[in-house]
């Protein structure tokens, strides 16, 4: 059964860090390419950042990029999210999502999620 644990989340005031983790039971965790969703009360969920299965491309909402980075730990079957200097908008549940299949497309869009996690909460104040 594949399960994706998020943890990591919390209340940060603004210009905080935070380092979500997301640590996954996934058969060839290695060949699956990953990525982090958000969604903000209210709104649609939508995505944050995504890293190919070896971790040699990523890429960010223009949102969060030049403050947010994405990484993995194969050996660990952990995917991270470094995020620095937080805003109030970045205020969301924080979803840990797996693509749909081994060596498969690169995780940008909802249609390319395979599993999604149970979702972490970060808070961020003025």
């Known amino acids: 059964q594949v399960q994706l644990v998020e943890s990591g989340g919390g209340l940060v005031q603004t210009g905080g860090s935070l380092r979500l983790s997301c640590a996954a039971s996934?058969?060839?965790?290695?060949?699956?390419?990953m990525a982090w969703f958000r969604q903000a009360p209210g709104k649609e969920r939508e995505f944050v950042a995504t890293?190919?299965?070896?971790?040699?491309?990523?890429d960010y909402a223009d949102s969060v990029k030049d403050r947010f980075t994405i990484s993995r730990d194969n050996t660990k079957t952990t995917v991270y999210l470094q995020m620095n200097s937080l805003k109030p908008e970045d205020t969301a549940v924080y979803y840990c999502?797996?693509?749909?299949?081994?060596?498969?497309?690169?995780?940008?869009?909802?249609?390319?999620?395979?599993?999604w996690g149970q979702g972490t909460q970060v808070t961020v104040s003025s």
């Open positions: 890293i190919t299965w070896g971790g040699g491309r990523t």
């Open positions: 996934l058969p060839r965790f290695d060949t699956y390419n």
């Open positions: 999502a797996a693509g749909l299949n081994s060596w498969g497309k690169i995780v940008e869009h909802f249609d390319d999620v395979g599993y």
